[in-house]
């Protein structure tokens, strides 16, 4: 097997590559003035099976399209298998039709991938179950739960005082598929109403009985209104300690600040994303999603 990287997450990519034991190849990469990209991987790839590392995070077009470049030249080189390893799908939220007359985005993208050569796709944490049925090449998922789970244990083992909590409907079998990870815990869900134009929310409605500890668990925080909304309306309703995981830190806008203002009293992520230190903050602890990785590829 060899495994390369593209430049959106080069951390990551060497972590799964230690996991792996294998050394990372390299790849040439160049940026010509006018924004043109032009890759050359710098390894021999004839008859193997080849990983591509590139999760599609902001800025989301750039890191496609080298993505695309990164599985043509590998399947243009001779190799047997190639594997699109995106630990976050840039465009996943698109994956259907809102209003008449848009773009079903994804699927652009997923064609995208495989006419350039993926064969197999690996994602993490993705935003619907139904996406893999937009691939027409094998999919794993996997799932960074089982490391919130084992946070969940660190920080109690009582859970007649804590709650798991979905702040988006969409979330529900997530948070019931933790609940199996994490035992015998009650879960609220967060009903939200968002303008698909200005992207503000408001939450319409808590579902559930809200305890004092409160688990907030979402596949991904973008602008952190999500997060933050369902913070003060859970506050509302009794919880007073409230602990954030999300798979995915896109943090745009001002994400950052918002959470570390939040009443969060920690906020963990996984470095599907490579966050850079300006939008690190004090309550933000990173878990790595590198091991789960590796082994669904050996
Ligand atoms: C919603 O569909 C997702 O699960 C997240 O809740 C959402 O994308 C978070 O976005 P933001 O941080 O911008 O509120």
Same mark, same amino acid.
Not at 41 to 67: A, F, K, M, S
Not at 205 to 229: L, N, Q, R, Y
């Given at each position: ?25 390299? %790849? ?22 080849? %990983? ?7 800025? %989301? /077009? ?19 298998? +190639? ?9 996943? *939220? ?9 773009? *079903? =985005? ?18 993490? /944490? ?14 794993? !998922?996997?799932? @960074? ?7 969940? !244990?660190?920080?109690?083992? /009582?859970? &007649? ?11 529900? *079998? ?13 879960? %609220?869900?967060?009903?939200?109403? *968002? ?7 408001? +939450?319409?409605?808590?579902? #559930? ?12 925080? =973008? ?12 506050? @509302?309703? #009794? ?15 001002? @994400? ?6 939040? #009443? ?12 850079? /230190? ?9 878990? &790595? +999603? ?9």
């Amino acid at each position: 097997m060899k495994i390369f990287s593209g430049s959106s997450n080069e951390p990551l990519a060497q972590k799964i590559a230690a996991q792996l034991g294998i050394p990372l190849s390299t %790849v040439e990469n160049h940026v010509f003035p006018d924004g043109e990209r032009r890759v050359k991987l710098q390894d021999d790839v004839v008859g193997e099976d080849v %990983v591509i590392v590139q999760p599609t995070c902001p800025p %989301v /077009d750039t890191n496609q399209i080298e993505l695309c470049f990164l599985l043509d030249a590998a399947r243009r080189s001779g190799a047997r298998q +190639v594997t699109a390893v995106v630990p976050y799908l840039g465009y996943q *939220r698109q994956d259907h039709i809102f209003r008449e007359g848009e773009a *079903r =985005s994804l699927e652009v993208i997923v064609k995208m991938m495989e006419t350039s050569g993926a064969s197999g796709f690996l994602g993490v /944490d993705l935003h619907s179950i139904k996406i893999p049925e937009l691939f027409s090449i094998g999919v794993t !998922h996997i799932s @960074a739960l089982p490391l919130f789970a084992e946070k969940i !244990h660190e920080f109690t083992d /009582d859970f &007649s005082q804590a709650c798991l909590v979905t702040p988006d409907m969409g979330g529900i *079998r997530r948070i019931e598929l933790l609940k199996d990870l994490v035992g015998d815990i009650d879960f %609220v869900s967060v009903e939200k109403d *968002r303008d698909i134009v200005t992207g503000e929310i408001q +939450v319409a409605k808590v579902h #559930g009985t809200v305890k004092k500890t409160c688990f907030i668990v979402d596949d991904m925080i =973008s602008s952190g209104k999500t997060i933050a909304e369902s913070i003060s309306a859970l506050s @509302a309703q #009794g919880g007073k300690r409230f602990i954030v995981m999300a798979t995915h830190p896109v943090f745009s806008d001002k @994400a950052p600040k918002l959470l570390q203002d939040s #009443g969060a009293e920690r906020v963990f992520v996984t470095d599907t994303i490579q966050i850079p /230190d300006k939008k690190r903050f004090q309550k933000l602890e990173v878990l &790595s +999603v590198a091991q789960l990785i590796a082994s669904s590829l050996s």
